[in-house]
């Protein structure tokens, strides 16, 4: 029961439902999902653990806010890390699991084309998780998946925008290309430039959202 709660308080932040500063609390989540408060307590203890929440004295558990400055680090990370899962991929992927990442591509052209976000978002994260899958390397797949979680709201937020989604879908294409053909540092090349190209969206949502705890720090 606590997985299942852990499982739907990520997909709130993901898509905004609960926001970087608001507090969980286990009784609204013990009534919400008419549960103990040990699995809702668990719950919460998964998220901290997973660096999604923080513990904080005499507030409970909060959603994590992430700065600028650390916000431009971990996408620089990130950067390094789904590089390098790409360049694995060009030179592990199976055929079929080409197929199937190119396919996923294909499919997401109309949700990218109508700027349907909710659908792209899905098939992005599908995409990227083959490209994981392809890399045969568990831990940095876990790495991977670790860091995108704290940035989980952040990152969803940005390709709210439609521009993003635009040019994201251009970007995964060079990616695809590059791993079908093999290209070990074209693929690095490509998906570095992805993320970091992301990265500049995402870092714009992080400092514009802690404008107002700046603003409220002053008055």
Do not use: C
């Amino acid at each position: 029961m606590s997985e299942t709660v852990r499982r739907k308080l990520e997909r709130d932040i993901a898509s905004g439902v609960l926001r970087p500063g608001d507090s969980i609390d286990e009784k609204s989540l013990a009534a919400r999902f008419e549960i103990s408060r040990t699995p809702a307590r668990e719950a919460i203890m998964q998220l901290a653990a997973s660096g999604i929440v923080e513990i904080r004295p005499r507030h409970g558990a909060v959603v994590v806010s992430i700065g600028a400055e650390e916000a431009v680090a971990m996408m620089e990370t990130l950067a390094m890390l789904e590089a390098e899962a790409a360049g694995l991929a060009a030179h592990r992927m199976p055929q079929d699991e080409k197929a199937n990442m190119a396919r996923i591509h294909q499919d997401s052209a109309e949700s990218a084309a109508s700027l349907d976000s909710l659908a792209y978002i899905k098939l992005n994260r599908q995409f990227h998780d083959t490209i994981y899958v392809g890399a045969r390397n568990d831990y940095l797949r876990s790495l991977i998946i670790q860091t995108r979680k704290r940035m989980t709201f952040y990152h969803s937020s940005s390709l709210y925008q439609k521009s993003r989604i635009e040019r994201s879908w251009d970007e995964h294409g060079k990616v695809v290309a590059a791993i079908t053909a093999g290209e070990v540092e074209a693929a690095r090349d490509a998906m570095r430039d992805h993320i970091l190209s992301g990265g500049r969206v995402y870092a714009d949502l992080v400092a514009a959202l802690k404008q107002p705890e700046r603003a409220a720090a002053t008055t």
